[in-house]
């Protein structure tokens, strides 16, 4: 295994856990809206959204570390697979299947409130507009993966 990878895997991993543990909690700005996330969710609500969407994302980590230098185990393997799978069907779900083919109105109104005046490069499709903090979290989740795979077929696992 080239530790490269192994660090770039390990990178991205953590960039996952504190984008969705933190991303609508402090204020970054243009890429992100505080207040209309607020509007659409309540603050109890979005504790336990991001408590439960943190948690498997933050045990594929602390395995990760912990078993890095030995070789990943078969379940370590699994968990991530299923996590980060999980995560790219969610990602694709959410944003770009009904921005690219499927208009889901009642999505885009929603994200039209929870992303209102945020920094976006991509044209409004659909009622959706994808913004760059989200862009930029899908790609690091895709580059994830790709280390994943790279990872799974080096045999970083023991």
């Known amino acids: 295994m080239i530790a490269s990878v192994l660090y770039a895997f390990l990178g991205c991993q953590l960039f996952v856990v504190l984008f969705i543990a933190i991303h609508d909690w402090i ?19 979005l504790l336990w959204v991001t408590a439960l969407s943190t948690l498997p994302f933050a045990i594929g980590l602390l395995a990760s570390l912990y ?26 779900r959410a944003w ?14 929603r994200y ?17 507009r994808p913004d760059t903090l989200h862009v930029c979290f899908h790609g690091v989740l ?8 790279v990872i ?7």
């Open 27 to 45: 204020p970054l700005g243009k890429l992100n809206n505080l207040a209309g996330i607020r509007a659409v969710d309540t603050k109890g609500r």
């Open 96 to 109: 770009w299947i009904p921005y690219l083919l499927v208009p889901d109105p009642v999505r885009a109104a």
């Open 112 to 128: 039209q409130q929870r992303f209102a005046h945020t920094h976006a490069f991509l044209p409004t499709r659909n009622g959706i």
């Open 67 to 92: 078993y890095a230098a030995r070789g990943f185990p078969m379940w370590v393997m699994t968990w991530l697979w299923i996590s980060y799978g999980s995560g790219v069907y969610g990602m694709l």
């Open 142 to 149: 895709l580059t994830l993966v790709g280390l994943l795979t």
């Open 152 to 158: 799974t077929f080096a045999g970083a696992k023991s």
